[in-house]
């Protein structure tokens, strides 16, 4: 196979993918460069922000949702073209989001230099496997044909959930839904419904279903539903001291951000401008925690993190709270046990929270609401499993995402940063933290663009030098024995062991 061009495939035309590829189009290449950009999808634009019968909304506002950091109010003006009157503190459908990636895209094709090309190609690549040192990477799809790649871009997106423990007996039955965001083409719901999980997802769902179903329950381990968003301006109480930058401990954390809530509050603020500090600062706080600093926040804090940091839009809230009010959602904290068919329905058998007998519970539908399972080690994508088997990839001890390095640069079962393989979006969630909003996606694709618009030898002297690169971004402060950071990190003949070592260990 002739390779004239230097090749990039990126496999996902979703909100990171698609803004990555714009931001190749549009660096002046130093070379002819062929982008191609994989998606299975009919329509690029990601699941999240697909067009659906139930008009959602963005969780946050329009102001706030820009994919170009040189240009924050660019969403904002695009919904304007759509509807005029669209404020900043505006909350519109999601399905906007999807057009406005694509018009993205489409503008910067149009735009780029006559040294670089788009490929758009609809198919499922399952497989990925080194042709020889240097030599590039194959890029196998589901059709049995094969792309040579010189870098390939990992752009999965948010993976579908896990399966819920207990539900062998049902999870061949027409009325489970093992996916609330992708399996939706179930016909219209009835009767009573089953949502496992109180986050956003089942927040969706439970409006969705609501329309037709008698009866909405949602079952978690502690009840948590998300918090609210609010129309007031971010940071409207002014910048915010404090000791955050230096927070070494998740109990620094929570001790810090409580002084600094009431701090916000009692100057007329604002609990969410907090939130929105730590998540800015979170990337760098991660890396600064040990391996068992990590473990504490994920089992005690990150349940609270999550609804106080995924919040919902103040209209959708009321819609909820309307539901539970007249008793059509009724919200539990409890644990899921099993489940089995009986007869025409479905009985789950479940425990709450604090009791010791467990109960049963008989409904028409059950619905995975739990949200994405970033655990690659339980993936069930040909792809993930392929790179995984192929030593490619190797998963985050704490079921977080990929091991990465710098740029993303996926680290192999060897310990070796890669040249030619590369991720981006959630799956950097375990290097990251919070990797799954606009503002940190964005970021991390311009990142990658300028890193793969380089040579190697350039990439290899920003590496050395880590010149006009975030602290948080360079991996110099992963916590000991951490396989997540460069090359140093690594005793390359050990490295999947201490993985396997930790992983037991947590």
């Given amino acids: 196979m002739s390779r004239k061009l230097h090749t990039i495939v990126i496999v996902g035309g979703g909100f990171s993918g698609i803004v990555l590829a714009v931001n190749l189009l549009r660096r002046a290449a130093q070379k002819p460069m062929r982008i191609v950009l994989v998606e299975r999808a009919a329509q690029a634009g990601g699941p999240a922000y697909a067009q659906r019968d139930y008009p959602y909304l963005l969780n946050v506002p329009a102001g706030r949702m820009s994919a170009e950091s040189h240009d924050p109010d660019s969403f904002l003006k695009f919904a304007r073209r759509r509807a005029p009157g669209t404020r900043a503190t505006d909350f519109v459908p999601r399905s906007w989001y999807g057009d406005y990636l694509r018009e993205l895209l489409g503008l910067a094709e149009v735009q780029a230099s006559p040294r670089v090309r788009l490929e758009r190609l609809r198919a499922e690549v399952t497989g990925i496997a080194r042709i020889g040192a240097g030599a590039g990477l194959r890029v196998v799809l589901h059709d049995g044909c094969a792309l040579r790649a010189d870098q390939v ?16 007996a049902i999870a061949r039955h027409p009325r489970y839904i093992h996916d609330a965001c992708r399996d939706t083409a179930r016909g219209e719901i009835y009767g009573d419904v089953l949502l496992v999980g109180t986050g956003l997802t089942m927040v969706d769902a439970a409006l969705a279903m609501s329309r037709s179903a008698d009866r909405v329950l949602a079952i978690s381990r502690r009840g948590l539903l998300p918090l609210l968003q609010t129309d007031a301006a971010f940071g409207a109480a002014g910048p915010l001291p404090g000791a955050l930058h230096t927070v070494r401990t998740p109990r620094e954390l929570l001790r810090e951000a409580r002084r600094l809530v009431r701090q916000q ?26 391996a068992a600093q990590r473990a504490q926040f994920l089992r005690h804090l990150r349940p609270w993190w999550d609804i106080h940091r995924h919040r919902l839009p103040p209209s959708v809230g009321e819609r909820l709270g309307a539901l539970r009010e007249s008793g059509r959602l009724q919200v539990n904290a409890g644990r899921i046990l099993g489940a089995e068919i009986d007869g025409a329905r479905l009985a789950v058998t479940w425990r ?11 409904v028409d539908w059950v619905v995975n609401c739990t949200g994405p399972d970033y655990d690659l080690s339980r993936s069930r994508e040909p792809l993930v499993r392929a790179v995984l088997r192929e030593g490619l990839l190797v998963p985050d001890p704490f079921g977080l995402g990929a091991v990465t390095g710098l740029y993303g640069a996926a680290i192999d079962a060897a310990g070796r940063e890669s040249e030619e393989l590369f991720c981006l979006g959630p799956m950097l969630r375990a290097m990251h933290w919070e990797a799954t909003a606009v503002a940190e996606l964005r970021r991390h694709a311009e990142l990658l663009a300028m890193r793969l618009s380089q040579g190697r030898s350039a990439a290899a002297e920003a590496r050395a030098g ?10 110099g402060h992963m916590p000991e024995g951490s396989v997540a950071g460069p090359n140093r990190h690594f005793s390359r003949k050990s490295a999947v062991a201490r993985l396997i070592s930790r992983r037991q260990v947590v």
């Fill in 466 to 475: 880590h010149g006009g690169i975030p602290s948080w971004l360079h991996g």
């Fill in 352 to 362: 709450p929270r604090g009791a010791g007998q467990p109960r049963v519970l008989t």
């Fill in 265 to 290: 509050q009692a100057a007329g603020g604002d609990w969410r401008d907090v939130v929105n500090l730590i998540r800015e600062l979170s990337p760098a706080m991660w890396q600064r925690f040990n």
């Fill in 153 to 168: 871009v990992l752009a999965l997106g948010n993976p579908p959930p896990a399966p819920l423990p207990g539900m062998e």
